[in-house]
């Protein structure tokens, strides 16, 4: 049940970014002023999932496999790519 949450929760924080980003929303608070924070967490929870999916891959339901390997790979991108921007956003602001 906990790693069902985290990887709902993960999934969310990155439609919330990807919603930002590519509708130019801004996000006050909470998203914008601890940014680093988000990405660190996101960075701790994604490894979670990548390693309990390595350990667990025999015994994901083969029907929910290929969705489980995608949602992960796609927490993983969407981390990658939010450090590239987030990275890009502070060196342009210094």
Not at 71 to 78: E, L, P
């Amino acid at each position: 049940m906990p790693l069902t949450v985290l990887f709902g929760s993960m999934v969310l924080l990155q439609l919330v970014f990807l919603t930002e980003v590519y509708l130019n929303l801004s996000l006050a608070g909470i998203f914008e002023a601890y940014r680093g924070g988000w990405l660190l967490a996101q960075f701790v929870g994604t490894l979670v999932l990548f390693v309990d999916m390595v350990i667990r891959y025999d015994e994901i339901n083969p029907r929910l496999r290929p969705w489980h390997v995608a949602g992960v790979a796609f927490c993983a991108m969407g981390w990658c790519f939010q450090f590239f921007v987030h990275y890009l956003d502070s060196a342009l602001m210094s």
